[in-house]
């Protein structure tokens, strides 16, 4: 069963940084498109970004673009997403996901809490 | 960026009772190849989202028969034909046509 397990949350003050990492295994990470939502406490789902399967072709969202990074290690089958210049706004779960070829699948991790706070 | 507007927001339901969702988005859903990129995910209390429909009305393997989805252009439902306790928890449904994706703002259904 394919299997993403993120991590690299925690507590940062504003303006700090944070690299999240998220851990595939169980399936062919490198064929796939991968992403980060993330969920403010009590609040919605929010896209944040997304890479291609060569890590050549990103995309963020407008509050996020130019602060947060995705990227992806095909030979570690990682995925990480690096925030920067953090701000209490972006507090929340962080999750990334996959979604097969064409939307065929659908598979989330667990997620990882950033908080940011002073 | 499209936006996706769910009603109701929130929705009591009496166990057995039916229930139904509706969602419409700001600009048609249509992708290139044909596919209209509508899905719905369940978020129960504590857990990861879990996507029950994709493309519209297409079901995932798993989930029941209960659970039924329909829609074009711009109106899209999602129903439950008759709810149970298991069923708690917040419904979203997102559009994947145009960067970025965006969900719904969620609706919250609850037993009565």
């Known amino acids: ?118 | 960026d499209v936006v996706m507007t769910q009603s109701p927001l929130s929705l009591p339901v009496t166990l057995g009772q039916p229930a139904s969702i509706s969602c419409r988005s700001s600009q048609s859903l249509v992708y290139g190849d044909g596919d209209t990129l509508v899905h719905w995910f369940q978020q129960r209390p504590g857990q990861s989202p879990r996507r029950l429909i994709y493309k519209v009305f297409k079901r995932e393997s798993g989930v029941p028969d209960r659970f039924s989805a329909s829609g074009s252009g711009t109106d899209f439902t999602l129903k439950i034909s008759r709810v149970e306790a298991d069923d708690v928890g917040v419904y979203y449904c997102l559009q994947g046509a145009h960067w970025p994706y965006t969900f719904g703002q969620g609706t919250k259904l609850e037993i009565k």
């Open chain 1, 1 to 118: 069963e394919l299997k993403l397990v993120e991590s690299g949350g925690g507590l940062v003050q504003p303006g700090g940084s944070l690299r999240l990492s998220c851990a595939a295994s169980e399936f062919t990470f490198s064929q796939y498109w991968m992403h980060w939502v993330r969920q403010a406490p009590g609040e919605g789902l929010v896209w944040v970004a997304r890479i291609d399967n060569y890590g050549s072709f990103t995309g963020y969202v407008d509050s996020v673009r130019g602060r947060f990074t995705i990227s992806r290690d095909n030979a570690r089958n990682t995925l990480y997403l690096q925030m920067n210049s953090l701000r209490v706004e972006d507090t929340g779960i962080y999750y990334c996901a996959n979604f097969g070829f064409d939307w065929n699948d659908a598979d989330w991790g667990q997620g990882t809490l950033v908080t940011v706070s002073s």
